[in-house]
């Protein structure tokens, strides 16, 4: 082929709407030398069959971005590229069968305000008025949300792929990657069946195939694609007189209806109806050794199955009675790509260099604008304009084999529609990282929680406590958890308690200019040998990259240690900055550690372990506990006297069984959290994102602009500073009623929005509700009266002193 291209900048591997939508953006950005690979024709994979339903409802703040840019693009995409397409924004109608999925609705319509998305609440009688066929007798609301619709899939795929090559770009189709070789200076050479192709990025947008193509990459330091496939169906019924009467006379198309408490979707298609369930007892493919994916699916199904969806399809006829009286004209039964948490993959591909991820998208067509956009940004610019944590590959380390992957893609796939409370843990999958003292943990009445794969106790139960999975479907503070935090919080207040905490991140750098290199990449100022202290690392806006522990053991020898969520994400903003000489070290499983936070904390210590307890905070020591070698790090994220205490996983058992028995109560991660918001302390992906500045965040303590190096964001901190920030970190005390504030709560003052909240939790020590968050900067006035919106109700809040709410000059801290 006399045009086939040898060099590209970016080569793109998948033609669905994924793909075309990053070949686009790129464009859009400028980088118009970049090449989209297909093996068959565009959409042959999941994008050709997919029901093309493009909402905005989501209560990840991430995801209602990418959405909400979608349905923005697509209504202005035919015109802008000359591509007609057929996009009908009819709005959605959203029913709710419980009080509980109300206050989801609320939360969700809160957070759509925030973004321009017009949703409201709506009376069963409202409904009705906008959906004349429907049945609203048992119904205790509904949301609307007028910017929802359909499009069709393939136009849409073309008329990015059309727009991508009116700006230069090329799509090279039939024409299957056989594999990818990284050269010396980090480069890729991608083989396809007609030649190779030169580039400087690559990215893997390959759909259902995505785990396939990854495996290339496990020779550049890849790994297995966290990744399963689901068998979907949904059905087309054959034409109803009455749905042409009523869009006839209308103009336009019914609303689209979700009954997401029974699990499906109903839409007008054409004259009749497409229905769409996600049930319970759902179906895998290509799990087992009989069953193994094919070379090539393109343009494929599978046989129905309609008696796996058949109560269901019951239900929405009772729903809408005029669907019975309709035949099925035919069913769609196709492969849908599934990530354990049901979020695709978008972002740098873990551990190689120049490697990118648009792949195993649940909702390729809702999320594919802004997929295309985010993917865009990240290699472009190295940053996106919204944190994009909740779809980062990054967020998942090496549990994810892949039973843990087939299971929970089971399980999100039959509870699609379910709501996340805060204090639910799904069961599937779990057990694959755990702590020396699990057991027990289990044993002293440990309720677990999973972070980042590792079993942690979120709370103590006593015998009598409701532990099952019900008692924690509810949005409220209140369960058979409550009064246990309590006195969880109150052990460490008054005595001393123990939390196990594996997982916490750590990375060993060491090597001659180890010191200079961390000056030149956190924001502020490094600790003395025998030391310890925060540090953050700023992307180029100054925004919040990262917040790590550093301590120092001597001149150029450091540990990192950093959020166990963090662990690969931060893993790579070291490797990627260090320089040759340098030695960093993943040492994450190598060790164990506790908390041990209270008042009495130097007294049970001073009978276990021969550390100088005399030593004040923020110091470090190797010591013995129990007889055991361990280090002793002086620092407490509950806000009491206390230390960490690491130590080589085989020690840990008899150290924790000492701690218990010299009088340590053992206590949870809610507990925690509650011991931490009062203090004021961030945690990292809800108060530290990328959505934030170091300013903005409260931060400047840990900024040093005078400092000679240059760092990351510097240009743009010292502007920012110049101009003053538009937002600041406000503690607010919350006059809440049952529950206290989500994260990307809205902020109120006078009518309009101001804010958002970052977290927010009960303070048992203060005994009031507290939330964090940002709020526009003339208001951040201790004082000042605002309102925080929780799940639908606005509840006075009042702004704090710019100081922890516990213990403000933290002498407890420092005892």
Not at 44 to 53: C, K, Q
Not at 646 to 659: S, W
């Amino acid at each position: 082929m006399s045009d086939f291209p040898t060099k590209a900048r970016v080569v793109i591997i998948g033609g669905g709407v994924i793909g075309a939508s990053s070949l686009y953006h790129l464009a859009k950005k400028g980088w118009t030398d970049c090449v989209l690979l297909e093996k068959n024709e565009l959409t042959a994979g999941s994008t050709w069959h997919a029901a093309g339903n493009v909402p905005t409802f989501s209560t990840s703040w991430a995801i209602m971005n990418m959405q909400r840019y979608s349905t923005e693009l697509y209504a202005r995409l035919g015109e802008e590229v000359d591509y007609p397409m057929n996009y009908h924004q009819t709005g959605s109608i959203r029913l709710a069968h419980t009080k509980e999925r109300i206050q989801e609705f609320e939360r969700a319509c809160s957070m759509g305000r925030y973004q321009g998305i017009g949703m409201e609440m709506w009376t069963p009688e409202q409904a009705k008025a906008n959906y004349p066929f429907l049945e609203t007798h048992d119904l205790e609301g509904v949301l609307w949300d007028p910017s929802d619709g359909d499009i069709d899939p393939a136009q849409l795929t073309q008329a990015l792929a059309k727009g991508a090559r009116d700006m230069g770009q090329k799509i090279i189709r039939f024409c299957p990657a056989t594999g990818v070789t990284q050269k010396e200076d980090k480069t890729w050479v991608v083989h396809t069946e007609k030649g190779d192709i030169e580039c400087d990025y690559v990215v893997n947008a390959a759909g259902y195939y995505a785990q396939r193509v990854g495996e290339w990459f496990k020779p550049f330091g890849g790994r297995t694609v966290p990744m399963m496939v689901m068998s979907h169906q949904y059905l087309l019924t054959e034409q109803i007189d009455e749905v042409e009467a009523w869009s006839k006379e209308h103009g336009k198309k019914l609303p689209l209806i979700r009954d997401v408490d029974v699990s499906y979707y109903l839409r007008q298609e054409k004259n009749g109806y497409n229905l769409g369930p996600y049930e319970p007892n759902c179906k895998g493919h290509w799990m087992t050794d009989d069953d193994r994916m094919p070379d090539d699916f393109s343009f494929q199904l599978w046989s129905d199955d309609l008696d796996r969806i058949e109560d269901i399809v019951t239900d929405a006829m009772e729903r809408v009675p005029l669907m019975a009286a309709s035949g099925v004209s035919s069913v769609i039964n196709g492969p849908i790509p599934y990530a354990p948490d049901g979020l695709p993959l978008i972002g740098p591909m873990p551990g190689v260099d120049n490697a990118f991820e648009a792949c195993v998208f649940t909702f390729g067509i809702a999320q594919g604008g802004g997929a295309g956009k985010v993917l865009a940004e990240w290699i472009v610019d190295g940053q996106t304009e919204w944190d994009m944590w909740a779809v980062d590959p990054r967020r998942y380390t090496d549990y994810t084999d892949q039973d843990y992957c087939d299971k929970k893609g089971m399980e999100v796939y039959g509870n699609e529609y379910a709501m996340h409370f805060p204090h639910h843990e799904w069961p599937a999958a779990r057990g694959k990282k755990v702590s020396q003292v699990h057991d027990k943990i289990k044993e002293l009445g440990g309720q677990m929680g999973a972070y980042n794969g590792w079993e942690r106790a979120n709370w103590f139960a006593k015998p009598g406590d409701d532990t099952s999975e019900e008692a924690t479907h509810t949005w409220g503070r209140s369960g058979p958890w409550q009064q246990r935090i309590k006195e969880e919080c109150e052990a460490v207040r008054d005595s001393v308690g123990v939390l196990d905490l594996p997982g916490f991140s750590r990375f060993n750098l060491e090597g001659e200019g180890a010191a200079e290199f961390l000056r030149g990449l956190v924001t502020g100022g490094l600790p003395k040998a025998g030391r310890m202290n925060l540090v953050y690392i700023a992307d180029e806006r100054g925004r919040i990259l990262t917040e790590m522990s550093c301590i120092r053991h001597g001149e150029d020898h450091f540990t990192m240690i950093t959020a166990g969520s963090a662990q690969w994400h931060d893993f790579e903003i070291l490797r990627k900055a260090l320089p040759a000489g340098l030695t960093l070290t993943d040492r994450t499983t190598d060790f164990a550690t506790m908390i041990v936070t209270g008042p009495k904390s130097r007294e049970l210590f001073a009978g276990l372990s021969d550390a100088d307890l005399s030593l004040g905070w923020l110091t470090h020591q190797e010591a013995t506990v129990a007889g055991k070698p361990a280090f002793l790090a002086r620092v407490s994220y509950a806000g009491e006297l206390g230390w960490e205490v690491h130590c080589a996983n085989e020690h840990q058992a008899e150290i924790y069984a000492a701690l218990i028995e010299g009088g340590a109560k053992p206590f949870g991660m809610y507990a925690l959290n509650s011991l931490r918001i009062e203090k004021g302390y961030r945690s990292w992906k809800g108060d530290l994102s990328t959505d934030f500045s170091l300013l903005e965040g409260g931060l400047e303590r840990f900024i040093k602009l005078d400092k000679p190096q240059g760092f990351p964001g510097k240009a743009a901190i010292q502007r920012e500073k110049q101009q003053g920030p538009k937002k600041t970190f406000v503690t607010l005390i919350v006059e809440a009623g049952d529950a206290d504030a989500p994260y990307m709560s809205c902020i109120w003052k006078d009518g309009g929005i101001v804010g958002e909240t970052t977290s927010g939790d009960w303070g048992y020590r203060v005994n009031a509700s507290i939330a964090l968050g940002m709020v526009r900067s003339d208001l951040a006035v201790p004082g000042t009266e605002l309102e925080v919106e929780i799940y639908g109700q606005k509840c006075r809040a009042v702004v704090q002193k710019d100081e922890p709410l516990w213990d403000p000059v933290n002498e407890r801290l420092r005892a």
